[in-house]
């Protein structure tokens, strides 16, 4: 069983940054990915960024340039930076660790708010 907590999130300006952290509790071994994916009041949950125990990341066009997401296997942690944040940010943000290969294991932690407000 794999526990993800986030936190990190809160209240920010329009063009300023937060760091989102992700610790995982249970072993995350290599075969899971981890990333992040957020869900805005009234909109579907939809995917940020990933990144791979070898350090491949992806992430969304709408965060490419702003948002950075880095993993520290030793620590089981994951990490998003996200600077230059816009209004449209505001959302919580859901860390997830997925195992690539028995995909069914799939686990979400409870969410940090992000709200981009002047």
């Known amino acids: 069983q794999v526990q993800l907590v986030e936190s990190g999130g809160g209240l920010v300006q329009p063009g300023g940054s937060l760091r989102l952290s992700c610790a995982a509790s249970?072993?995350?071994?290599?075969?899971?990915?981890m990333g992040w994916s957020r869900q805005a009041p009234g909109k579907q949950r939809e995917l940020v960024a990933t990144?791979?125990?070898?350090?491949?990341?992806n992430s969304a066009d709408f965060v490419k340039g702003r948002f950075t997401i880095s993993r520290d296997n030793a620590k089981n942690t994951v990490l998003l930076q996200m600077n230059s944040l816009k209004f449209e940010d505001t959302a919580v943000y859901y860390c997830?660790?997925?195992?690539?290969?028995?995909?069914?294991?799939?686990?979400w932690g409870q969410g940090t708010q992000v709200t981009v407000s002047s």
């Open positions: 249970g072993r995350i071994s290599s075969i899971y990915v």
């Open positions: 997830n660790a997925k195992n690539v290969v028995f995909t069914s294991l799939n686990y």
């Open positions: 990144v791979t125990s070898g350090g491949s990341t």
